[in-house]
Structures are given as structure tokens and as C-alpha cells.
């Protein structure tokens, strides 16, 4: 099995290329209590290599609820849905936003913004106070 070992100079490059932003939900580690961590977008257990091409910086809510999973299922389809890849896709494709709320535009945003849990009520909150203080997104 591949190592999911992330060197100092790797988590920088991470870090830098997301400018310190969260890359699923865009906050910023600089409002965030927790520090942003280190994603591997396809888990190291599903074969993904420890690569610039395969992380991404991410809060800890994000990366929390996303864990190993790179996939769900639309509720409405029971189709399987791929998570949003920071590497893959453009942000603003997938998402909106609407008062703080991220919205999907597409069934991977959508069902992204569900699995990652973004609109829970304390994380929008958070996100209405950063932008009532022009710090989001
Ligand atoms: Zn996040």
C-alpha cells in the first residue's frame, strides 16, 4: 500500500496553491478554529497516491464528513454521484453561493454539499458573520 505520509513541503505546496482557503467549502484557515488538514481526494486505501494531483486542503468539517469517500448517491436517482475533486473541477461550476448558503449547480455539487454537510446551521452561520466582515468567500 502506498504511503499517506505528506511531507513538509508537499502540506506547503498544498497550503499555498488553495491560498489557505478550505478547496470544498472555501473558508479560510485564518477564520477556521481548527487548522485545515491535508486531503487525500481518492484515499490512500482506494489507491490514491500521496501526489500534488491528488490533495487538497481542506477544514476539518469538510474533511471530516468526507472521510475516504469519493462517491455518493443522489436521492433522487439513487444514481452514484463522484464527489467534487478540487484537481478536477472548478469550483464555481459546481457551486453558488446564495446568503452564505452553498448551493449545488450540478448533481456532483449537490450531492457534495449534502455529504460534506456545508449548510448544517452553525456552518452557515459561520459563513454569514465572515461575510457580514468581508472575509468570505
Ligand atoms: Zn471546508
Not at 478550505?22 to 491535508?38: G, K, N, P, R
Not at 482506494?46 to 494531483?53: L, Q
Request: glycine share 6%.
Amino acid at each position: 500500500m502506498a504511503s499517506d505520509y505528506i511531507s513538509v513541503e508537499l502540506r506547503k505546496l498544498v497550503v499555498d496553491r488553495a491560498s489557505k482557503r478550505c478547496e470544498y467549502c472555501l473558508i479560510h484557515q485564518d477564520f477556521s478554529i481548527y487548522t485545515h488538514e491535508v486531503d487525500h481526494i481518492i484515499a490512500v486505501k482506494h489507491g490514491g497516491e500521496t501526489s500534488d494531483d491528488n490533495l487538497a486542503l481542506s477544514c476539518l468539517s469538510c474533511n471530516r464528513h468526507k472521510g475516504s469517500d469519493f462517491a455518493t448517491i443522489d436521492q433522487i436517482t439513487k444514481e452514484i454521484v463522484p464527489l467534487f475533486n478540487p484537481r478536477r473541477q472548478v469550483w464555481d461550476e459546481h457551486f453558488s453561493l446564495e446568503n452564505a448558503i452553498i448551493e449545488g449547480k450540478t448533481q456532483m455539487g449537490q450531492g457534495t454539499a449534502k455529504l460534506l454537510q456545508f449548510n448544517v446551521p452553525n456552518r452557515v452561520l459561520e459563513r454569514q458573520v465572515l461575510v457580514s466582515q468581508g472575509q468570505y468567500p
